[in-house]
């Protein structure tokens, strides 16, 4: 069956520009993460939705990212006046619920120059 | 503050023989345990996951080892293959009444290489 797929696979932007990720969870997977991965570290988590919940954003690294999930599917990454830092694996992740292993997307790699 | 430590950055084995990664954890809200391999370019494979109820769990050639009291845990693969060559990571997760188990805690992985 379909994984979790996001897009684009790559992503290379100029400082100060806005970026929009992507990723479309598992059919029926009502949790979905947001994790990015900076070279040599492992991955840290970002953001979190459960069905109609509140989004758990605690991992947000500032005010500069935001993310949405719209009708409980596709889910949107959207990093504002990008800077060098932000440089970064983005994964997706969905699982059928809580505690239930995470199956993750192959990533955006988001190079920011 | 690094709540989950894989201190072997690499590991090389023989094809055939057992390789052993290992994590240690320092949160004690941790009861959800996790592995997951990463090849280059695509995101992780969710492998073997154990619960803080039990100390092993097994799922063909893959052992997970849980040592609560140690805060430690461990990944055999016996026996070792060429395709099991990859990036493991370890994950721990909280549940429970108010718990973030759905907020996975990663190392930083273990680039394990089997030589044929």
């Known amino acids: 069956g379909a994984g979790v797929s996001q897009s684009p696979s790559n992503k290379v932007t100029e400082k100060g520009k806005d970026v929009e990720l992507r990723c479309d969870p598992i059919?029926?997977?009502?949790?979905l993460y947001w994790y990015r991965q900076s070279l040599g570290q492992g991955l840290e988590f970002l953001i979190y939705?459960?069905?109609?919940?509140?989004?758990?954003k605690s991992g947000l690294p500032s005010d500069r990212f935001s993310a949405e999930r719209t009708g409980g599917s596709v889910s949107t990454l959207t990093i504002q006046r990008t800077q060098q830092e932000d440089s970064a694996v983005y994964l997706c992740?969905?699982?059928?619920?809580?505690?239930?292993?995470?199956?993750f997307g192959d990533g955006t790699r988001l190079s920011i120059l | 503050d690094q709540q989950v430590k894989q201190n072997s950055p690499s590991l090389s084995v023989q094809e055939g023989r057992i390789s052993i990664l290992n994590c240690d954890y320092t949160?004690?809200?941790?009861?959800?345990f996790l592995w997951y391999k990463k090849y280059p370019a695509e995101g992780p494979t969710f492998l073997i996951s154990i619960s803080s109820i039990k100390d092993k769990n097994e799922d063909g050639r893959f052992t997970v080892f849980l040592n609560k009291s140690a805060k430690h845990l461990s990944l055999h693969i016996v026996p070792s293959q060429p395709g099991d060559s990859a990036v493991y990571f370890c994950?721990?997760?909280?549940?429970?009444?108010?718990?973030?188990?759905?907020?996975?805690?990663f190392g930083k992985g273990t680039l394990l290489t089997v030589n044929p």
């Open positions: 992740a969905s699982s059928l619920g809580r505690a239930q292993p995470q199956h």
């Open positions: 059919s029926g997977h009502t949790a």
């Open positions: 949160n004690s809200m941790f009861d959800y």
């Open positions: 939705f459960q069905g109609n919940s509140a989004p758990d």
């Open positions: 994950a721990g997760g909280g549940a429970g009444s108010g718990g973030s188990n759905y907020k996975l805690t």
